[in-house]
T-cell receptor, first 113, second 112 residues
Framework: EAQVTQNPRYLITVTGKKLTVTCSQNMNHEYMSWYRQDPGLGLRQIYYSMNVEVTDKGDVPEGYKVSRKEKRNFPLILESPSPNQTSLYFC????????????FGAGSRLTVL | SQKIEQNSEALNIQEGKTATLTCNYTNYSPAYLQWYRQDPGRGPVFLLLIRENEKEKRKERLKVTFDTTLKQSLFHITASQPADSATYLCALGSGSARQLTFGSGTQLTVLP
């Protein structure tokens, strides 16, 4: 089944404790992206990647890092999480350029205390 | 800066009626527009895409219009059913498709 898999689905952590949210897709998509979703603010893009070793900032990149060493994986790294990073995170992928459809993961709900 | 507004945060309609959701944008010249459905606790799921040179697209009970002069898209669900209850998101894409910009969504509730 074609899908985007995120882990963990739920995480409670404390301020300053580094964490990584993994994202993997099995559709051979070139493009991958991370979004955060907050009430009233909708989906905001954090980082995206057009292909392996190519990443770019989205609208809200502060406090986050990403890497794209393999085509299928696009982990989101929070080096020193803060409470304002408490949110619902979505990874998504699509095939290359153009108006292709995004396939989303099921989401990762992160709480930073 | 780019701004996308979806008509209201919540919309309640009676089963069988047509639901109409609005997506307005400013400071943007999108090459295409997409609509997604999101159920609680799940990721958005793609519904329809319409390009800047298209006026209307249909898929079963769904219809999307795109007016680049008014900078507006309308999303219609005809003969609505309680199972259509969800949050609907519009998303605008540029020609390079590097980024999709999403609206904050409209929560639709179809009452039996």
């Amino acid at each position: 089944e074609a899908q985007v898999t995120q882990n963990p689905r739920y995480l409670i952590t404390v301020t300053g404790k580094k964490l990584t949210v993994t994202c993997s897709q099995n559709m051979n998509h070139e493009y991958m992206s991370w979004y955060r979703q907050d009430p009233g603010l909708g989906l905001r893009q954090i980082y995206y990647s057009m292909n392996v070793e190519v990443t770019d900032k989205g609208d809200v990149p502060e406090g986050y890092k990403v890497s794209r060493k393999e085509k299928r994986n696009f982990p989101l790294i929070l080096e020193s999480p803060s409470p304002n990073q408490t949110s619902l995170y979505f990874c998504a992928s699509k095939a290359g350029f153009g108006a292709n459809v995004l396939t989303f993961g099921a989401g990762s709900r992160l709480t930073v205390l | 800066s780019q701004k996308i507004e979806q008509n209201s945060e919540a919309l309640n309609i009676q089963e069988g009626k047509t639901a109409t959701l609005t997506c307005n944008y400013t400071n943007y010249s999108p090459a295409y527009l997409q609509w997604y459905r999101q159920d609680p606790g799940r990721g958005p799921v793609f519904l329809l895409l319409i390009r800047e040179n298209e006026k209307e697209k249909r898929k079963e009970r769904l219809k999307v219009t795109f007016d680049t002069t008014l900078k507006q898209s309308l999303f219609h669900i005809t003969a609505s059913q309680p199972a259509d209850s969800a949050t609907y998101l519009c998303a605008l894409g540029s020609g390079s498709a590097r980024q999709l910009t999403f609206g904050s969504g409209t929560q639709l509730t179809v009452l039996p």
